[in-house]
């Protein structure tokens, strides 16, 4: 069991579930085929209400990212100093999650690939590492 804040499932359980059978997956417009995280009711681009749970590559590129070095959750103390960056996914969209990688070696435009920590039975968090 861990110990550090776990998301709270909703609107996007496609999403949680997939992670956790560690698949990479977001809505995708049925009408116009945009890609979109967050997830909402209504696509971004078109607005049409109809979308699928496609399966991503789960490939992209660092497009930015920051460094804690101050222990603002108790939970990530033993992590600091640890980074988030912004990934711009093949498909578009831009995801927030740890790059497993030395802090000093991310650079903008680094090409990463998904991988999933399985922190409970039911969840497993989306991050990435280099490639």
């Not at 660092?62 to 460094?67: A, E, G, Q, Y």
């Not at 640890?82 to 996914?89: K, Q």
Request: hydrophobic fraction near 35%.
């Amino acid at each position: 069991m861990t110990n550090r804040p776990l998301p709270q499932i909703d609107d996007d359980a496609p999403f949680w579930n997939a992670a956790s059978d560690h698949e990479f997956r977001m809505q995708q417009c049925g009408e116009c085929g945009h890609v979109r995280w967050p997830p909402s009711p209504v696509c971004t681009e078109c607005w049409a209400e109809e979308h699928e749970w496609t399966e991503l590559s789960g490939r992209g590129e660092v497009n930015t990212w920051v460094v804690f070095h101050r222990v603002y959750f108790d939970a990530f103390a033993d992590d600091v100093p640890y980074n988030v960056a912004e990934v711009e996914l093949e498909e578009g969209p831009r995801y927030l999650a740890p790059v497993e990688c030395d802090n000093d070696d991310l650079y903008r435009g680094m090409p990463v690939s998904v991988v999933f920590e399985d922190v409970t039975d039911e969840v497993s968090l989306p991050k990435f590492e280099p490639k």
